[in-house]
């Protein structure tokens, strides 16, 4: 089995170095046996086929860039939203994340989104940054990362990924970060997200294996030790 990652605008959307996230899937599957093939379109390829793509990343960037991808976004916008309707596989970390709801309003202009998730985001006084721990229903694994946003995300009656134990989350207010909705995990989290949350990847990769052959209920599992001895080290640094 080959399990083929499309990295969508990384020469835009790649704050803080998401595209570790894309080696931390590879390797995943990779040391239990599972080809994985990454393809990158930048925004320079006029071409989108999504047509045997198993996963979706797509990463975070500043405003600037934001408004720059969206167009190219925008022209995908009915096949993206079909991938996902039709169960696919994607993560959107930050900037992607903002993208895939209705709008971002900025002080002076909206960035329309995709329209994927039933969300919008606004930018608010000051930035949310800082690290973050959160809690989800999928794993007894907490959740960590660092969160550095300008926008609040209003996530209607949306699933969260998590609520925050530690942070500010989608809204600052509302204790919950992030959205899964069929197999799209959304979520304000950067740069190492996937190697500090193996259980996050893992729940993200037996999607996209299951969606190829529904006979496999689970990954194999894998040494762990240090994932969850760094994961658990911050946990503990920021247990109130
Ligand atoms: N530009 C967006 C914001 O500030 C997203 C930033 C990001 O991807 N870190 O809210």
């Not at 022209?75 to 169960?87: M, T, W």
């Not at 994340?97 to 995709?114: A, F, N, S, V, W």
Request: glycine share 10%; with cysteine.
């Amino acid at each position: 089995m080959t399990v083929k990652i499309l990295h969508l605008y990384p020469d835009l959307l790649n704050l803080y170095g998401d595209k570790g996230n894309i080696e931390c899937m590879r390797r995943r599957l990779e040391w239990r046996g599972i080809d994985a093939e990454v393809v990158t379109y930048t925004c320079d390829d006029s071409g989108f086929d999504l047509s045997d793509v198993d996963i979706v990343f797509i990463g975070g960037g500043s405003d600037r860039e934001q408004k720059i991808v969206c167009h190219r976004l925008l022209e995908h916008k009915n096949e993206l939203k079909d991938y996902v309707e039709n169960n696919g596989v994607l993560v959107a970390v930050c900037g992607g994340y903002q993208l895939l709801g209705k709008y971002y309003k900025l002080e002076e202009e909206t960035i329309e989104g995709l329209d994927i998730l039933d969300i919008y985001t606004e930018q608010g006084k000051k930035r949310l940054i800082g690290n973050i721990v959160l809690e989800a229903d999928f794993t007894d694994e907490k959740i960590v990362g660092f969160e550095n946003h300008g926008g609040r995300t209003y996530i209607g009656n949306h699933t969260p990924l998590g609520r925050v134990l530690y942070g500010f989350g989608n809204d600052e207010k509302a204790g919950v970060e992030g959205v899964i909705y069929k197999n799209v995990v959304a979520t304000y989290l950067h740069g190492p997200l996937l190697p500090k949350n193996p259980a996050l990847c893992d729940y993200i990769l037996t999607n996209a294996v299951r969606g190829k052959n529904p006979e496999i209920k689970e990954l194999s599992p894998l040494n762990d030790t240090l994932e969850k001895t760094a994961n658990e080290y911050i946990v503990n640094r920021f247990k109130k």
